[in-house]
């Protein structure tokens, strides 16, 4: 089943309520992913997401990005068909570094947004810039004076204004009108990275993404980017909403949510994951009706996929039933063996994703 490119929105609660973009006429690409997302939603179906999926895999990656034409894909391989949504990480941009921060060459990942675009997938991209107080990656948190140091009246205003949005801005202009699920300042009600919620007050937060809004919208012009906001799960529902930017600003509500192993084993790590994505996705569907948004889980996965009926028996029965745009899984790292979130042709796991991939509401892209 290749992606809705235009469609006619079904009657449903979820999308009467939530109708932004859906009365207006088709003006823009950013509009016509925002329909097709829509109409996806009103069909009751939801749009399948790998990170870095043409770049790398399980034990392979792209060496030649000009001359690589960018047919390889674990995904692929397991169920014949690309995910509908591909992930790309931009951290690194920042710094005017020639390479992501998992070492992904920058012109091979603007290779491969339009490579999936053109064959008629969407795209998202997120961005772990560096800590830049210390130098240190994204996940430095020695110091709650990061945020307030970039905005206006900070030490490192400038260097925010001035080099860190302009590169990333340079290279989003780039993708030649692309439209782009654009992700920044995510999992921000935990602490792991420096714009946490310890780390920063919810008023600096909120200014610290708008003033990247308004740097790429309005100073810049950039009309391909769809906002979305997307802390992690665990979280309750005023912290939620309490760090959210403003509805003139985003366009998509995401949660992160992921299943970890414990000492229960695969049951018990399925059980805590499907009953903690269901509060969230819960009071997440409410805001969506409330705030008239899209929302998806715009990060999601088990590492290593211990699990061989992960697909079919945890994280579909999981989302089912929930207004969720996509869903996306992280990344098949090339040079850790056990970092993959997706099976790949041989793993024990493949023939459940298949099947996975086989269920008809569950959108892969067909190519």
Partial sequence: ????????????????????GNKKPVETPKDQ??????????KGEILYGHQDDLCYGHAWKVVDWETDSLTRSDVKAVTGKYPAIMGFELGGIEMGDKASLDSVDFNLIRKAVLTHAGRGGIVTISWHPRNPLTGSDAWDVSSDQVVKSLLEGGELHDLFMNQWLPRMGDFLESLEGTPVIFRPWHENTASWFWWGAKLCTAQEYKDLFRTTWTYLVQERGLTNLIWCYSPNSGCSPDEYMGRYPGDDVIDLLGLDHYAFMGPDGAEGAAERFTVELRRSLSFLQAFGIGHNKLICLSETGLEGLPDPKWWTEVLYPAVKGYPIA???TWRNACDKPTHFYAPWEG?????????????????????
Avoid: W
């Avoid at 329909?35 to 996806?40: D, E, I, M, P, W």
């Avoid at 793993?347 to 190519?367: G, M, Q």
């Fill in 326 to 328: 996509y869903l996306l």
């Fill in 1 to 20: 089943m290749r992606l809705v490119r235009t469609a006619t929105l079904l009657a449903g609660t979820f999308l009467a309520a939530c109708s932004t």
């Fill in 33 to 42: 992913v925002i329909q097709t997302l829509s109409a996806h939603v009103a």
């Fill in 347 to 367: 793993f024990v796991n493949a023939p459940d994703f298949k099947a996975f991939s086989e269920l008809e509401d569950i959108i892969f892209l067909d190519n």
